[in-house]
């Protein structure tokens, strides 16, 4: 091999070299990042994902703190009531309990959680299922979906 051959090839280890020294040191702050937090995700993470009407708890999950959401309400001839929202593990998940107001027994059916913001405007939807309903009976329901509407105002019920 000729010396200039030689000189670019040990240029080329050089650089390779440089650069798995530098993926290892921002690979390993970012683990030394990771111990000093728990492994919980960082203030900045949860300072981003807090809204409004939201509280991070200790375990990461993140709270809706609404009142407005939380008021007992009737919607589509069902009182609903015992409303928790909440984001856990990037699942949004509402539960309440709802009770048959309608004079009538209900069968099975799909509706939608319809998430508003504070000026009333549509922000998202989740499906859910509710089951047979006798007049006056109560049920609970829980309806989840893989998006962040944490921070949601209020809702209603539509059937």
């Known amino acids: 091999m000729k010396s200039k051959e030689k000189r670019n090839i040990l240029i080329l280890i050089g650089v390779g070299v440089l650069i798995i020294a530098i993926l290892f040191v921002c690979t390993r702050g970012?683990?030394?990042?990771?111990?000093?937090?728990?492994?919980?995700?960082?203030?900045?993470?949860?300072?981003?994902?807090?809204?409004?009407?939201?509280?991070?708890?200790?375990?990461?999950?993140?709270?809706?703190?609404?009142?407005?959401?939380?008021?007992?309400?009737?919607?589509?001839?069902?009182?609903?009531?015992?409303?928790s929202f909440e984001e856990v593990n990037g699942e949004t998940v509402l539960k309440a309990r709802i009770t048959n107001k309608t004079g009538a027994d209900q069968e099975t059916f799909l509706g939608n959680i319809v998430l508003i913001d504070k000026q009333g405007n549509e922000i998202g939807r989740i499906p859910v299922r509710v089951s047979n309903t006798q007049k006056d009976e109560m049920v609970d329901i829980e309806a989840s979906i893989t998006e962040s509407y944490a921070n949601a105002y209020d809702f209603r019920l539509e059937k």
């Open 30 to 83: 970012n683990k030394k990042e990771e111990k000093a937090t728990g492994g919980n995700p960082t203030t900045e993470q949860n300072s981003a994902s807090q809204g409004e009407y939201t509280k991070v708890e200790e375990n990461g999950s993140i709270v809706n703190t609404s009142e407005k959401l939380h008021e007992n309400r009737e919607d589509s001839g069902f009182l609903v009531s015992n409303i």
